[in-house]
């Protein structure tokens, strides 16, 4: 198949998904064709059925916003027409679905088909898409999308309460490619990061408030008063003046390594013993499924789509938004008992290896042949 994909490009989980989902159906016979602003940061390897078609919008002065989507939609028929795309998947909403309408209903002027499938990831509904002024518009193009996805289950239910949508919804999970993950297991750079008895406890997101990282220094804070432990942060973004700020009062900054944003964290991830998720909403939590691909245990909340891969007492422990001391408790418990903590790491490898690209992969191509 010939497949066209547009994504956010940027750090973040659905930019993350569109472009390993693109390598992996290359690396199966595809041609995949990505229609984005910039080079999707995962995208760092060229293959004979990988192909980058840059979205550059002009400056003009006259322009108080650059009009992006319709410098998007004239890409879109540009490729589809060039490239002789069979379909075209867009990954978030928001403007995506609706652009891929409009580039759809003009190449259907020149007698040209192309279906579009909409992957939901979560924000595009659960925050973006709870706006009034965007609602029309979502609603409107997620009607017309030859399919839709959503990355779990509770992330499909949230789009039905919100949007009346007469489409089916295909529930697609997030993956891993967990080979990937096993040939890093070896290689533990530990002793960068930590004495031979601390323990490691890791966190990675974009720091937006969703992600409630306040709450991370602070279920570290109480940890650290019972175990020897350092806390590494992988990633940046608007709440980090109020992190740096939080840990200067907490009084726990020597213990706190930073290490910013990292395309590919699994490295990092090979050094951890417990990871921390506490947000405030989280349609699936990619990061979580890439910890426990490495072995790690899962603190979080239980609130979205975590319940759909986060095991409570087995793969890691759930508590409540916001009660972070629950969650402290939890780390406390798994992190003072090594036969425990070695179990759920077992164990949390396990369930990620449910989420396998070689699982996933055939439901994407199973919805592409449906549209075409
Ligand atoms: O988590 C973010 O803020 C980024 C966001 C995105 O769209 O890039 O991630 C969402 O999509 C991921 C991939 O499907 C999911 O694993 C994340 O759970 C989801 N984030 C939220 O729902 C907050």
């Given at each position: 198949m010939n497949i066209g994909i547009v994504c956010y490009p940027t750090f973040g989980g659905s930019g993350v998904v569109a472009t390993e989902l693109g390598i992996a159906l290359a690396q199966k016979g595809h041609k995949v064709h990505f229609i984005t602003y910039s080079q999707p940061f995962r995208l760092n390897q060229f293959s004979d059925n990988l192909f980058y078609h840059e979205v550059s919008v002009n400056d003009y002065p006259?322009?108080?916003?650059?009009p992006y989507e319709s410098v998007l939609a004239s890409k879109i028929v540009d490729v589809a027409i060039y490239e002789r795309l069979d379909v075209l998947h867009v990954h978030y909403a928001i403007p995506h679905a609706s652009v891929a309408y409009m580039a759809q209903q003009i190449l259907k002027s020149r007698k040209i088909n192309l279906p579009y499938i909409t992957t939901l990831h979560g924000t595009d509904i659960?925050?973006?898409?709870?706006d009034p002024s965007f609602e029309p518009v979502i609603f409107f193009s997620l009607n017309k999308s030859n399919a839709i996805t959503s990355v779990s289950e509770s992330l499909r239910k949230d789009t039905l309460k919100t949007f009346k949508i007469a489409n089916k919804i295909t529930v697609i999970p997030n993956f891993i490619k967990i080979d990937e993950y096993q040939s890093i297991q070896g290689v533990c750079q530990r002793h960068k990061y930590a004495q031979p008895h601390e323990k490691i406890l890791i966190h990675v997101s974009n720091f937006r408030k969703v992600k409630r990282v306040d709450d991370v220094l602070r279920i570290f804070d109480r940890v650290r008063k019972d175990i020897p432990c350092k806390l590494i942060l992988v990633g940046d973004g608007p709440e980090r003046p109020a992190i740096d700020k939080l840990c200067r009062e907490l009084n726990t900054c020597s213990d706190i390594i930073s290490v910013g944003m990292?395309?590919?964290p699994k490295e990092i991830l090979a050094v951890g013993d417990v990871f921390l998720l506490p947000s405030e909403t989280e349609s699936f939590g990619l990061a979580a499924l890439e910890a426990m691909a490495m072995k790690m245990p899962v603190i979080s909340t239980n609130t979205g789509g975590i319940p759909e891969l986060n095991i409570h007492g087995k793969t890691g422990y759930m508590s409540k938004v916001g009660d972070y001391e629950d969650m402290a408790k939890n780390t406390i418990a798994l992190l003072s008992n090594e036969a425990k903590l070695a179990q759920f790491k077992l164990n949390a490898f396990e369930q990620a290896k449910k989420f396998d690209i070689d699982v996933i992969l055939p439901m994407y191509e199973k919805v592409y042949e449906s549209v075409l």
């Open positions: 006259l322009f108080e916003f650059q659960t925050l973006v898409g709870q990292i395309a590919n």
